[in-house]
């Protein structure tokens, strides 16, 4: 929970200490190339509500202010959506500054305020204190099925074991995108995919908490087990995985060589080639909600839409809402930091948005479900209790489409 953290903007040194950070990482440098027109901080979704000026912080941060630049308070409210880079004219790399202020605040013991008691970080730092991850043969794998210890291709299903307990009263399922992965990976695959043994979270959340010791140690340990098992290519069907795998282990861990794709990126390859992949016909009218890390973070907007496309001839309907790719709009929360009244708003409009256009809205992040079930769980007696939409994400449709939903 949140500890004082006046004391910080008295600290002369805490000022020093932001900018010596900032200068030491290459994308963070770029808030020195802002010249304060204003377009990140008009384009903020959390601007208007809250007091979160984006180009005044970059001031503040470029000239190593110590004042509320470097406050808790304050620093919670990003969503680190990266809708302000979309927007700017120089480049500025915005949220990367606040990951490194975050990470200057928790050295000071200041930590960010968490939804559900915190028990997302206790599981995490729990997790990259002992030695054991999730066990192979605690997996559970579709009968009929096979998975393998070592090989080229591995499947790295993150935390949704663990998120799938955490929040079974949602009915979120997660367990079912880990098996449904597992069927269609035996199908689309030379051979079955790795299941790597005593593999750990990914540590998105930890390093954009600002816990950048407990995400170093759980990237370390799974880059280490990675290339024990001799793994060239990994296949996630999370964005945040997929984000950070891909980017943030090459930048903090040595030896994350290997290449990394989302299943969205591996199965639209495949159609690409011309297979017949769908074989059982969904009536079904769909919209593709854009998470903030596969779209705007790594720019994967079209392949999620060429599965869906190719989908039509099952009977499935494709609408876009008006708000779509490089627009559309977070789900409200980052890494569970702060969850309040505005993020449900942004909820509840988003699903409305979705339900304006279709009957079932499609996702690529976990994280997203979780926070758009929670609200309509939530909401349940109040107007959203309206939104009959079913929330449901890309690779259970895909498992679906091919036939493989009521297989192992």
Known sequence: MIKDSTNVSNNSDSGQELINLIFNDEDARTILNCFQCGMCTASCPVSEQFPFKTHQMVRLGGLGSNEDIILESTLRYC?????????????????????LARAALVKKGIEPEETHDGILTIISELQANKSNGFKFE?????????????????????????????????????????????KILN?????????????????????WKGHFDTFKKLAEHNVEKIKKAGIQTIITTCAECYRTLKLDYPKYVKGADFEVLHISELISNELKKNKELFNTPTPKKVTFHDSCRLGRHMKLYDQPRTILQNMEKMGVIFNEMERNKEYAPCCGVSCFINCNDFSKALQVDRLTEAKNVADSMILSCPKCQIHYKCILHEKREEKSADIDLEILDLTSLIAK????????
């Open 401 to 408: 489409l091919m036939g493989l939903e009521n297989q192992g």
């Open 187 to 207: 199908k689309v695959l030379d051979e079955p995919p790795v299941i790597i043994d005593n593999i750990k979270c990914c540590g998105h959340d930890s390093l």
């Open 79 to 99: 969503l680190t959506c990266r809708t302000c880079q979309e927007y700017c004219p120089q480049g500025v790399d915005f949220i990367e500054f606040v990951k």
């Open 138 to 182: 605690d997996i559970e794998i579709p009968e009929g099925y096979k998975v393998s210890k070592k090989g080229k291709v591995a499947y790295f299903f993150g935390c949704l074991p663990i998120l799938d307990v955490v929040f079974d009263y949602l009915n979120v399922n997660l367990n079912k995108i880990l098996k449904d992965s597992i």
